[in-house]
């Protein structure tokens, strides 16, 4: 059984995000659980450190005063790989880093209500389920709501469609203002269509005054196998013909997994946006308050150098080539894991870095915890499960509706937070527990 933390459980509660609560818990305990509940990524780091961190050094300039938004250089390259990936004609005038992508969405926040596009109170229409960040992100400083429209199983997997943000569109206390996507989407790893990402935009863009926000944070983590293919919101020709009004943010921290080093980036084309990135005579840059600093700047312009005699230009070598095919070894040795287990997953085509395991028909199965609940405000079947896993198969999953899914008995497994082996063991351990539960419902 296991140990409670020296720190009193109840203080726990405190602590609004679900994978911070969970890691505070794993804090206290003599032999924590496998925690495949943070979106990680431990795959690239064997190449990262024989590329980029065995050549940095710190020389004298690297310790001034850099641009809080990144250096010119950085800059360039940051939009000559995101140029492929995204969309041929980014420029690095519309590329701006801050301290993590939360940070950029803030920032895009911010500037969209110093512009009257927004104001404090009005509402961000979002797909749920969806990452549990973008509540604090455009709630906790700028003083926006969020409005989830709830996606529910249509077949083997989740659907979105326009009919689901036109609902919660229509049905919001007061029409949103700004519509937020992530693509591949957090937790299902879905790609979506680009015919259905330009219905969307067009509605959006065309028939309300939203603006639209493209997290767009696992553009590269795409499986060879990858069905529909990744279409960025800057490709579109909705976008194209209203290019101030849509903003992508995009990160190293779990394409390229250095997700402690917090470096994100706001990628538009608006003009209002632009200006509120650099600053001026009479304000700083929003970046100025969650700055790229001097030793990120070194670090991460060192994974984007170009280099003579190497075989092509790192970072797109490894986005485009290395990456895909170690996530997608990666996924398959989990998956086999799971189906072997006769553990059931939603089916998307992709992953991006998730399974998003379906576990319903366990719901009524899982014996009452021995301790208080870690996530009193869920479900509390799925709050069970949840703990019976930990105790059991010495597994953490994020329960899934602390994503805002609109069902309980879902819960996302982060693949590539462990390497392969670690992570299909964990599977095997979680099919093992699951199976080992009584048939009929929980009394």
Known sequence: METEPNTAFHALYGIADPEERLAAYHAGLAEPPLDLSVAENVLLYGSLNEHVFRHTEIGENDIRYKAPYGVPELRAR????????MSHDIRPTDVYATAGVSAALECLAFTLEEAGELAPGDRVLLPAPSWQGFKWSFGQRPGLKCVFAPLRERGDAFQLTLRDLQNAYRTAYSPPKLLVLTNPNNPLGVNYDESLLEEIYTWALEETPMHVISDEIYAHSQLTTAAPRFTSALALRATARHPDRVHVVWGLGKDFGISGFRVGFVVSRSAVVRAAMEGGHERKTMSWFTPLDSLKNVVVGKLFEHRSGEPSWYPSQLMHEAYPQALTESHRIVRRALLDGDVPYVATGNSAQFFFLDLRAFLDRAPDATSPALFPEIDPREER?????????????????????????????????FEAKQVADAATRIAEALHALPEGEHR
Request: with cysteine; hydrophobic share 40%; net charge positive.
């Open 78 to 85: 940051v939009a000559e790989l995101l140029s492929r990936t």
């Open 385 to 417: 499960l949840r703990a019976y896993l930990q105790t059991t198969a010495k597994v953490q999953l994020l329960p899934g509706q602390t994503l805002s899914c609109p069902d309980p008995g879902y819960f996302r497994l982060c693949f590539t937070a």
